[in-house]
C-alpha cells in the first residue's frame, strides 16, 4: 500500500513541481499568458497545516499557487486564531487566495442570485480573514447541476474556475480522494501535449511518509483532536484549575 502511494508525499510533491515548472509557468487565475502555463489549484478540505507546508515547498520551488479556503469546513475553523495565521503565512509567501464555496450549505433554493448573495458575502469575510483580495471561487463537491447553474465565467467578481472558459480552455486532472483522477500531472508534461493545465490538489493527500489515503485522512482528523485535547489542558492548568479523570 505504501509502495502504491508513494509518490503522494512532500518529497514526492516537490519532484512533481520541479517536473511542471520545467515546461511550464506557473500562472494566477485570470491569467493572459499565451506560453504553455499551468493553473495550480489547492482545495483545503481538511487541513491548513498541510497547505502552509505544500506553501512552503511551492516557495523553496520558486513557484506560487492558489488555495482556496472552506468557510463552512467539518476539519477545520477558519476563524481560529492558530488557523488563521497559518493562512495569513500562505498569503505572505506570495501565493493566492481563492474561495471553496459549498453551496449546499445553505437552504435557501438554488437560484443563481441566492447563490450570488452568498458567494459575495463569504468573499468578503474570507478577504477580512486574510487582508488580501479573493479573486476566484471553487466549487466544494460540485454537483452538475450547481455546475450547470453557475456557468459564467466571473461571478460575485470573482474568477468561477468551473466556468466555461477554463473547463473548455484547460486540459484538467485531480488529486480527489487521494489518487489521482484522470490523469497524472506528469503525463500530461511528458511529452508536452496541452499548452493550458489546471491542476487540482488537496493538501491533506501529501505527507511526509506515504500512506492509504483512509490513513492521510485519519492522520488529519487525529492531529485536530490532539490539538484540542492539549488546548483544553492548557487552559485549565493555567488557570489552575483541577483536570478530573484527566490521565496522569
Keep these: 500500500m505504501s509502495r502504491r502511494f508513494a509518490e503522494f508525499t512532500e518529497k514526492g510533491y516537490a519532484s512533481l513541481i520541479r517536473t511542471v515548472r520545467e515546461g511550464y509557468r506557473f500562472e494566477p487565475f485570470g491569467t493572459r499568458e499565451s506560453r504553455p502555463h499551468v493553473l495550480w489549484r489547492h482545495d483545503v478540505d481538511l ?46 509567501l506570495g501565493h493566492h487566495i481563492g474561495l471553496h464555496f459549498d453551496s449546499s450549505f445553505y437552504q435557501n433554493g438554488p ?57 473548455t480552455q484547460y486540459e484538467y486532472c485531480s488529486d480527489s480522494n487521494g489518487y489521482w483522477r484522470h490523469s497524472a500531472p506528469a503525463d500530461l508534461v511528458a511529452p508536452a501535449r496541452h499548452q493550458r493545465l489546471h491542476v487540482l490538489t488537496h493538501p491533506e493527500w501529501w505527507v511526509p511518509v506515504a500512506m492509504s489515503p483512509w490513513r492521510r485522512m485519519q492522520r488529519c482528523v487525529s492531529g485536530r483532536a490532539e490539538f484540542v485535547v492539549r488546548f483544553y489542558n492548557r487552559a485549565l492548568a493555567r488557570d489552575r484549575r483541577h483536570n478530573v479523570g484527566a490521565p496522569r
Design 47 to 92: 487541513s491548513v497545516h498541510r497547505a502552509l507546508r505544500l506553501a512552503e515547498i511551492e516557495r523553496g520551488e520558486e513557484v506560487s499557487s492558489t488555495f482556496f479556503f472552506l468557510l463552512h469546513s467539518e476539519f477545520y475553523n477558519l476563524l481560529e486564531r492558530g488557523i488563521m495565521s497559518r493562512v495569513r503565512k500562505i498569503a505572505a
Design 111 to 167: 437560484g443563481l442570485r441566492a447563490i450570488e448573495r452568498r458567494l459575495a458575502g463569504e468573499r468578503r469575510l474570507l478577504e477580512d480573514v486574510v487582508g488580501k483580495r479573493v479573486r476566484a471561487f471553487s466549487l466544494h463537491d460540485p454537483k452538475p447541476a450547481i455546475v450547470r447553474l453557475l456557468s459564467l465565467d466571473r461571478i460575485a467578481g470573482m474568477i468561477n474556475v468551473y466556468g466555461p472558459a477554463i473547463r
